[in-house]
């Protein structure tokens, strides 16, 4: 890849150029606009509570002063790809890692790793609220506890909510998931009727493969923020293990014929 991560300075800001901060504010009100009508009333709750505007990129250390005082969560500057045992007890501290390069514009609808926009517009809104963040760190609690073998199945349980998710409200069903809310074809994917929508159930998330490359063809949905909580409260080493013995689900994608994601 080539995009480098940013260092702050020694009082924990990052410069960003002018042109940095168009590329966000044009990114920011493209999916602003269209987010409306398919996001979770809480995604925007969670804009407004952090200030996240289209003037300027935001500042790490601003969204961690605020996320502190809201529910105790934070935000930690990192380079875009992190081991997975740092990613995990990142979380179980209640702090979530966030990228701190901006995409080109070259790369304005689609870029392979994760940016400061995807992890900013995508995941800090719902860090506002404390539900969702209690289950980020309980995931990440059990994480650090199961190690290394259970790992993957735990990303497929991330990846379908997160990332991915989708949750029914009293207007229908809305995006919460970063890669959904961050990405204007997986919006629009996502909230075109054009996917599969399946009920929320541990067991089917931890044996569903996926893949990163194509807009998902598979969304899972859940009914509270409190659910994926409850879900993993108990013996969630036993659960993974008995996910493994049933083997994987049939693949929701066909490998060749899937486009990917623009």
Request: hydrophobic share 40%; charged share 25%; with cysteine.
């Amino acid at each position: 890849m080539s995009y480098m991560s940013k260092l702050p300075d020694p009082d924990g800001f990052y410069d960003y150029s002018e042109e940095e901060d168009a590329v966000w504010g044009e990114l920011f009100t493209r999916q602003m606009d269209f987010l409306r009508g398919r996001a979770a009333q809480e995604y925007f709750n969670g804009v407004g509570r952090l200030d996240l505007t289209a003037d300027r990129v935001p500042q790490i250390a601003e969204i961690d002063a605020r996320l502190r005082a809201l529910t105790g969560a934070g935000v930690e500057g990192v380079p875009a790809i992190i081991p997975p045992a740092q990613f995990f007890d990142l979380l179980s501290r209640r702090r979530f890692p966030v990228a701190t390069f901006l995409r080109r514009r070259e790369d304005m609808d689609y870029i392979e790793e994760p940016d400061l926009f995807h992890e900013v517009f995508g995941h800090c809104p719902l860090l506002t609220n404390r539900a969702y963040v209690d289950f980020i760190e309980s995931f990440g609690r059990k994480a650090v506890a199961l190690g290394k073998g259970y790992s993957w199945r735990l990303f497929r349980l991330f990846w379908f909510t997160v990332e991915f998710g989708m949750i029914r409200t009293g207007d229908g069903l809305r995006a919460y998931g970063a890669g959904i809310v961050s990405s204007p074809s997986e919006a629009k994917h996502a909230t075109s009727g054009a996917a599969e929508m399946r009920e929320f159930d541990l067991m089917q998330v931890l044996r569903l493969p996926y893949r990163i490359d194509i807009v998902q063809p598979v969304y899972f949905v859940i009914d509270s923020f409190e659910q994926p909580s409850e879900a993993i409260s108990g013996d969630l080493a036993a659960a993974i293990d008995e996910a493994k013995r049933l083997g994987d689900l049939p693949a929701p994608y066909e490998t060749a014929a899937q486009a990917r994601r623009q």
